[in-house]
Each structure stands twice: as C-alpha cells, then as structure tokens.
C-alpha cells in the first residue's frame, strides 16, 4: 500500500471513529440548542423593526453584531469538540496498545499521525461549515441579512479549528489525553482574552497593551483568524457605527480583513507545529 493510499485510509477510518464517539452527539446537541435560541433571538429582532422600535438598518447592524456572537459560540464548541477528540485519538491509542499494533504493520508513525490529522480536519471544518451555514440561513430568514462574505468566514472559522486541533495532537504526543485537551482550550480562551486586551489597548493608543494582542495572535493564530471571520460576517456600516479602527475595543467586531502575511504565517505555523508533532510522536516510547 502506498504512503499516500494509507493516509487516506487513517484519515477515513478517523472520521469514522470520531463520529461514533459522544463527543458528537455533545456538539450536536450544543448546536442544536444554540441554533434554536438564536433563531429565537433573531425573530425577536425582526418584530422590532416590524413594530417600527428599529429601522431596517439598525435591525441589520444588530444582526451583524449578534451572528457575530453566536458564530464565537459555534467556534467555542468546536476548539471543545476537536480538543477533545484530537487527544484521545492519538495518545489513548498509544496507551491502550493499539497504535502499536497498527505500526507493526508495518505503517510509518508519520502516516500514522498526517492520516489521523486529516481526519480529525475533515471533521471539525465540516461541522464549522455545516453549522455557520444552518446559522446564516436562519438569520436571513428571520431579519433577512446575509454576510457580505460568507464563503471566506467561514474558511477562516474551519482553519481556526485546523489551528487548535494540530496543537492538540502534538499535545496529545507529549501528555494525557485529558490534559491535551484542557490545555489546548486553556491556550485558545487565553489567546481570545488577549486579543481583547490587545483591542482595548489600541483603541486607548496604548502600545504596550496593544502589543499583548498581537504578540498573542503570532503565537497562537486563532484569534487571528476568528477576527478574519468576524469581518466576513459583519455589516460593513458597523464599522461607522462604532468609530472605525476604534471597534477593535469590542470584542465581537473586527476593524480590518486579515492581510495574506498574516494567512501565510497561519498556513506556515500549522505546518511548523505538525511538524513537531512528527518528531514527538516519533521519538515517543510505545
């Protein structure tokens, strides 16, 4: 079997394994009832403006600003559902012994390791994608507002997910299962915080402060790219609304898109991290 047909067939049977875990039906429901209580919300939105209480265009920007929320709750339950399955997947396996099986195959640790990696890609970007969609649907069926860029805010949401499951598994290569995944949510919730803090620093034209976000999103890029997503998500006349380049103070509004430096070093700092992981996972005693 080729190196390239046996990734594809870890990846497959990842997939397979993590949509029989209860993680799913965790995620699935968690969605479930956010979708629903949005939808609630939205509706609500919808007869103020109806009463006349907001005009059309404040009944957007509200809009904008609350997907915006509800997408960051969406982005929060996937980093728990991808944290949570990226462990288990690798290091529960190397403790039960069946990792080890598989290699004496014989299959390399690489392969072993990049097809799990898809897998798990495959699934938290499908479920980013599926649930952002099901998400904008009810928003342009309740206030009729659709994003100005769906397609990219969402790509940005499922490499957010790419992001913190690939610090997951090489976690996963170096601790318990249980531990990866807390600390790899740990590091994403501190990651958005800082980039909050880094927010309210420049809106005041405090460089040190500012500087805490930016240093934050270099080191871990998916509060970089949650703020790519926002952008696409949000009404471009929030900005106005809310004094431009001073909005980077509110945490569920983005001033500016991502600059391609910046989905370069996102790109490149998967890649970096992955291929630690490979070394760990290589030189690991099984």
Not at 174 to 191: C, E, H, I, K, R
Request: hydrophobic share 55%; proline share 4%; aromatic share 8%.
């Amino acid at each position: 079997m080729t190196t390239a047909r046996t990734v594809l067939t870890i990846a497959a049977l990842t997939l397979q394994e993590a949509s029989r875990r209860r993680v799913l039906l965790a995620l699935v429901a968690l969605t479930v009832v956010l979708i629903a209580l949005s939808a609630w919300g939205f509706s609500r939105v919808a007869a103020e403006s109806g009463d006349a209480t907001l005009t059309s265009g404040e009944a957007r920007l509200t809009a904008s600003i609350l997907l915006n929320l509800v997408m960051f709750g969406f982005s929060l339950i996937a980093a728990l559902g991808t944290a949570f399955l990226a462990g288990p997947t690798l290091s529960g396996e190397t403790e039960s012994g069946i990792a080890l099986s598989v290699l004496a195959r014989p299959i390399r640790r690489s392969a072993l390791l990049l097809g799990k990696w898809l897998g798990l890609v495959a699934f938290g970007s499908g479920f980013v994608v599926v649930a952002g969609l099901a998400q904008c649907l009810v928003v342009w069926a309740t206030v009729d507002y659709w994003p100005p860029q769906p397609a990219a805010a969402l790509a940005l949401l499922a490499g957010q997910t790419t992001v913190l499951l690939t610090l997951a598994l090489l976690l996963s290569t170096a601790v318990s299962p249980m531990a990866s995944g807390v600390v790899a949510v740990g590091l994403f919730g501190t990651t958005w915080i800082a980039g909050v803090v880094g927010g309210i620093g420049g809106s005041l034209g405090n460089e040190a402060v500012e500087r805490v976000g930016t240093v934050s999103r270099m080191l871990l890029p998916t509060d970089g790219l949650w703020r790519g997503a926002m952008h696409g998500f949000q009404d471009p006349s929030a900005l106005v609304q809310f004094g431009g380049a001073d909005s980077e103070a509110f945490p569920f509004l983005s001033a500016a898109p991502l600059t391609p430096g910046y989905l370069l070093w996102a790109v490149a700092w998967v890649v970096m991290v992955g291929g630690l992981a490979v070394t760990s996972f290589q030189r690991k005693d099984l």
